[in-house]
Each structure stands twice: as C-alpha cells, then as structure tokens.
C-alpha cells in the first residue's frame, strides 16, 4: 500500500509509518533532533489532512463495490454447509487409504529385514566356510608335501619349497582376512588351534627357509621367501629375523669396549669394521630388495630396508649396551673426539643407504633419534662455557698482566677474548647441533669484554707515572703490570664494601687502548671464521650474523672516546706538572743578578718527554692517526694551561714594575732601579725575554713532532702573548 505523497518541506519521512517496527516514542524523538515540537504537530496535522481527504477519495471511486460487498455474502452461510458433508467424506477416505499403505511398508520393511539378516548369515557362513576350506587346503598342502618328503630320499629343491611357500602363504593370507571377518564366530573359535598350527609351521618354514637361503647365499630362495613374507604382511619379522640372526652376532664380536680403550684409534676401527658389514653381509639382500645399484627391477622384492630396520637398530642397540661411555662428556676432548667420529659414521651409513627414500626413513627411525639423543651436548656446552668463561673472567682481573711472547695484543685480557673467540669455532671444539650456543658466546664474550673496557676507563691513573715521568725513567710491560701488586694487594685486603676501584697505570691505558683498536679491526675476520660453520648446517642469512658483529663492534667503539679523554688528560697533566714551572721563573731573576738568557727553560724539556715517549716507545703498538689525536688534544690543554700560567706570570710582573716605578718615584733616588750589572736589561724584561724563549722553544718541539702548531688551541694566542712581553723587554 502506497501512502499518499505530501509537501516537500515535511519533516519526517511517510515511509517510517509502514515500517513494522514503527515506534511513536523513537518516532518523535528523532524528528525533535530535526525541528521542534511545535512544527511537528503541525506538520502531522498537516498530513493528516492529506490522508483523510485521500481515503475519501478512495471511498468514492470504489463505492459501488463497497454497497454490493454484503448483497454478494447473501447465502454464503448455506452454501458452505451444503460442502462440510463429502469433505467428511473424503477425509475419512483418505485416513483409510494412508493406514492401508502404511501397513504395506511396514510389512515390506519387516521383509527387508529379514531379507538382510538372511544375507549377513549368509555371509558368515560363506567365511566360515572359505575359511574351513583354507585351513583343510593349506593341511592338504603340508600333508602332500610331507609325504613326498617321507617318499624321496633326495628331497624337494630349494625352489620347489619356496614355490609350495608361496602357495601357503596365498591361501593363508586369504584365511586371514575371512578369520578377521568371522570374528567372535562359535566355529571360529574351533578352527582357532588348526590356524595358529599353521601359523606356526609357515612362520617357522620361513624362518628356516630365509635362513638357509642367507648360509647359501642363494638368490632364488631368498627371494621365494621375502615375497611370502609380504604376502602374508609379515615383512617387519623378516627384517627382524635378519636383524637378530645375521646382524647381532656381528656387532657383538665388533663392538667390543675393551678393544677401543687399548687402541689409540680403536673407535674409528670399530666404525670400519661396522661399514664393512653392509657390502659383505647384506649383498644378497640389497639385491633381492633393490637396495644395490646391479639390482634388476623385475625381480625386485619391494617392501623391505634391512639397513633401517635391521642393520641399524642392531648397531645402536650394541654401541647403548656395550659402550656406555661411548656418550659421557666428563672430559669434553675426549666426547668431542668420539662425537665428531661417530658422526662421521652415521654420515657414512647413510650413504650406504642407497636412496634419499631410505635415508629418510632411517632418520626418522626411532633408534635414529634415541641415539642422538643420547648425546648430552648441553652437558658439553656447559663444561666448555665454564672452561672459556673462566679463564676469561681471571684474564680480565684488577692486575692487567701482559699478553704472552708472541701475541699480536698487549694485554692478557684482550688475548684471552680473541682466543676464546677462536676457540669457540674452532675444529677441537664446534660441533654443528651447537653452534647457536656458540654464537651466543661470541656476542656474549665482546659484551663482556666491552663492560670490561668500561670499567677499566675509570679507574684512577696510579700515582707512579707522576714519579716515573719525574724520573724519566721509561715504563715497560713488565714495569707497569709490577706497579699494579701493592695497591691490588692492599684492595683484596678490604670489605667489599669500603674496596676503592684498582688503579691503572698510564702505560696499561695505552695498551687497552691500542688492544681495543686492533680488536675492532679484527671483528670482520670472526665473520670469515664463522662463515664456514654456518654453512656446514645450512645457514645462508649471513647479514644477520655480520649486523650482530657490526652491534658488538659499536659496543667497543662507545668505549673509546673515554679512553681517549682519560689519556689525553692524563698526558695533559703529566705534561703541565712541569709547565707550571714557568711560576718559578720570575723567582729566578729577581733580586738575582743573572745573565740574560738566551736559551729555554729546562722544565720544557721535562713537560715534552711524555710526549716524546709516547712517539717512540708505542710506535710499533698504536697507530700514527691515534698517536697524533691524542698529542693534539694533550697538547692542546696544556697548552690552555700553560697560556693561563704564562699570563698570569706576566701580569704579575707588570704589576711589580708598576709599583716599583711609582716607589722610585716618590722616593726619588736610583737605589731601588732594578737594573742588573751585566747589560743593563732589568729583572722584569729578562723574565719576559725567559718566557718568551720557552714557547718559541716549546712551539719549536711541537713542529719535530710532526704536528702544526695552528692544530694546537691557544698556541697562537700564547705566541702573541709572549712575543708582545719580548718586544717590550727589547724595547726598553
């Protein structure tokens, strides 16, 4: 029914009233969103209107049909009435018909049925009796055979056997499936002796037969006797038979603890011995079987893998029983040594397989995975984590002893982490099922020698080098790492507590830093070293590997702008400790008489010799880029340092000459000019002329060192400095 359509200006929609789910109340608050309520009621008003006049409207076309509606319902009563009669009629006809036609089915399926039970007995008794006739052929057969037997002195042949067993064995298998079909049978269970009779006699027949064939190393008969074992299902017992009589005493008389032990390489002869086994014992059966490469399809017996299912069960079942310490990792040179040649063997084994079918049947063989599980490499891993990670931990003690003659590092510390890294992966040590664990002890032997590293840079710098450096005594390894001994000693004397941080000498700095540089530059050579490993085992993602190394390596070179400041501060120090001397000089012209000078001062010289030994004594250890970054930013501070001194000295003297100037002339006498009696020059302008002549001679050492005085911050202010203060004392 179409409503009437209204005014376009109308605020709801006049389809909502013919929905079935219209509600005023969601009606009216929907449209109070929209306009107010007001406007609402005229807008229903409005179109109520329109409805009403529409109804009207509709009223009058159709009213005829409205006034004749109840003249044509005239007489409607009796008519109905007059059809209730035969509609009973015919109902009760039709519940007769439908209760006869559900009699028939009911009867016709009560006839089925007896219909199936009749078949299915049928059925079962056509089992019992195949099976009554199996058991009565397959005795008919025997007794035959066993009277030919009893009639003949010579006996059949081997082929005339193994031709009789595969009849037996047709006849048997065709028993079994009707025995299993007839299952809980009453008569079954009567013929149940007769089959396990001959159940017996064809597993025994087989068993002989396969074993005569085997000693005879006849073809025909192994082959007549496998193919019953397949047709009768039985295959696993053949394979089991080989395994317990061909196989096991073979590796009881190889296999054999005491021989290992009293032979240097009694474990790989062992090993031989059992490889030699498949070739010269199980020819026959790899022929037979299609194991060999020489076998001809058409006379091939499939179903059977006697080197999975016999062979090998029998070699680990004998190398479990009698060689228990066969997989004891006590002593891990030893279990490495047994493990790397026992797998050798199993990789050798499988290549005796002669199909990747086969092999992977024998690794997913359960001896397969119980004997490599036998195999505590966790055990292994650990006894190695522990020798590696303690004598890595006693490497990197407090008293930073000295590599051993030979070593391309200078430390003990830094050689023990780039061996334990080559040791880790080398051939005495990895094993493939491990090498996660030991990539995690790589990364985690650089993090370790990064926390290390870290600790060392803040230790304090020993108090010797201030007195070595006094003495110009040179410091050797041996010197520095002796030093260390009293204030180590005093250190493991105290609480834990109150222990302060181990001191350093300036010489061990140097040499963590020159070893941490060489070890970043041999981070790219463990990726080499790894690389084969890992694709020993398959691994082909080596970006990840090489990113992990990258990681490590930015982990060590966060340490070394530390290094860096602690040794440029401390060559600054050493340094300025002696460049402070230029305080002394005006104590040395005043009031003195001295000759005007005309050369440095000694304590120039003392505040270069750290730097000097520092060029030749480590040039074979660090690299010149190194060497000349710490020089420069050594020299810088100091000379900031010394500039400071220098000006102050100078002020000073200034000073002093001002006031004496003002003295003289209020006193107006000569007797206090401070003129000396060699030339004329005053005090002050020969401690200007002093200073002046220590940088030019100080500036003068920098450049024989190979450095630009321009790259040395506030020389060239100090140069300015001083050179000013000569000019004035010339002047004058």
Not at 117 to 132: A, E, F, G
Not at 160 to 173: C, D, K, S, Y
Not at 443 to 450: H, T
Not at 552 to 561: G, N, R
Request: some cysteine; glycine content about 4%; aromatic content about 6%.
């Amino acid at each position: 029914m179409n409503l009437p359509r209204g005014p376009e200006n109308l605020c709801f929609d006049k389809d909502e009233f013919m929905k079935p789910d219209f509600d005023v109340d969601h009606f009216v608050s929907d449209c109070r969103k929209r306009v107010q309520l007001e406007e609402l009621r005229e807008d229903l008003e409005l179109y109520y209107k329109l409805l009403k006049t529409a109804m009207v409207e509709l009223i009058n076309k159709d009213y005829a049909d409205f006034v004749n509606l109840s003249t044509n319902l005239v007489g409607m009563d009796k008519a109905l009435n007059q059809l209730s009669v035969p509609l009973g009629q015919l109902r009760e006809e039709v519940m007769s018909l439908k209760s006869c036609v559900s009699e028939g089915i009911q009867a016709v399926d009560d006839r089925m049925a007896k219909q199936e039970d009749i078949r299915r007995k049928k059925m079962c008794v056509l089992r019992l009796i195949h099976v009554i006739q199996s058991v009565e052929k397959i005795e008919k057969i025997l007794h035959s055979q066993g009277t030919k037997e009893l009639s003949s002195l010579e006996g059949n042949s081997p082929l005339l056997t193994g031709q009789v067993l595969e009849r037996i064995a047709t006849e048997f298998n065709q028993l079994q499936f009707h025995a299993v079909q007839s299952k809980g049978m009453p008569l079954l269970d009567k013929v149940r002796p007769r089959i396990a009779g001959i159940t017996a006699m064809l597993q025994q027949s087989l068993e002989g037969l396969l074993l005569e064939g085997l000693q005879t190393s006849n073809v025909d008969i192994i082959r007549h006797c496998l193919r019953t074992y397949a047709t009768i299902d039985k295959t696993r017992d053949a394979e089991a038979l080989v395994g317990q009589v061909l196989v096991k005493p073979y590796i009881d008389e190889v296999i054999v603890e005491q021989y290992i032990q009293s032979h240097p390489n009694g474990l790989q002869a062992m090993y031989n011995k059992l490889l030699e086994f498949v070739p010269h014992h199980c020819r026959l059966l790899r022929e037979v079987t299609g194991g060999a490469i020489s076998s001809e399809k058409a006379d091939i017996v499939p179903g059977y893998d006697f080197l999975v299912n016999s062979v090998w069960p029998e070699i680990v079942h004998g190398l479990e029983e009698k060689l228990p310490s066969l997989f004891n990792p006590g002593n891990p040179d030893v279990f490495h040594e047994k493990y790397t040649t026992t797998m050798d063997f199993v990789r050798k084994f499988e290549r005796q397989c002669g199909s990747q079918a086969s092999v992977k049947r024998l690794r997913s063989h359960p001896s397969y995975h119980s004997f490599n599980n036998k195999w505590n490499l966790p055990v292994y891993f650990q006894i190695r984590f522990r020798e590696i990670a303690g004598a890595l931990e006693e490497a990197l003690s407090d008293t930073l002893e000295e590599a051993p003659a030979g070593s391309s590092y200078c430390l003990l510390a830094t050689h023990m982490v780039w061996t334990s890294l080559l040791k880790c992966w080398s051939d005495q040590m990895f094993l493939p099922l491990l090498a996660h664990r030991l990539w995690k002890l790589s990364l985690q032997i650089l993090a370790r020698y990064s926390v290390f590293i870290g600790e060392v840079s803040v230790r304090p710098i020993s108090s010797e080098k201030m007195k070595e450096s006094k003495k110009s005594v040179p410091v050797g390894r041996k010197e520095s790492s002796v030093s260390l001994n009293p204030s180590e000693d005093q250190g493991n004397g105290a609480s834990p507590e109150s222990q302060p941080l181990p001191s350093i000498s300036s010489t061990q700095l140097v040499y963590v830093a020159a070893d941490l540089d060489k070890l970043q530059d041999q981070i790219p050579d463990i990726l080499e070293m790894i690389k084969p490993k890992l694709e020993m085992i398959g691994f082909k993602n080596v970006s990840c590997i090489a990113g992990a190394l990258e990681d490590s390596k930015t982990s060590l070179s966060a340490c070394v702008p530390t290094l860096n400041n602690r040794i440029i501060q401390d060559l600054s120090e050493s340094s300025f400790a002696y460049l402070k001397s230029a305080l002394e000089v005006p104590r040395l012209y005043r009031r003195t008489n001295k000759e005007v000078p005309t050369k440095a001062s000694p304590y120039v010289d003392s505040a270069l010799k750290p730097f000097y030994r520092l060029q030749n004594e480590y040039k074979d250890t660090l690299k010149q880029p190194m060497v000349h970054q710490w020089l420069e930013g050594a020299l810088s501070e100091s000379t900031q340092k010394y500039y400071e001194t220098v000006s102050d000295v100078l002020s000073s003297v200034k000073k002093m000459e001002e006031s004496l100037k003002r003295l003289k002339q209020a006193r107006r006498t000569t007797t206090s000019n401070p003129v000396g009696t060699n030339g004329g020059m005053s005090d002050d302008n020969k401690i200007r002329l002093q200073l002046a002549l220590d940088v030019e001679y100080f500036g003068e050492q920098i450049r024989k060192m190979g450095l630009e005085t321009s790259s040395i911050k506030s020389f060239s202010a100090l140069t300015e400095l001083v050179l000013t203060a000569k000019d004035q004392a010339t002047a004058e």
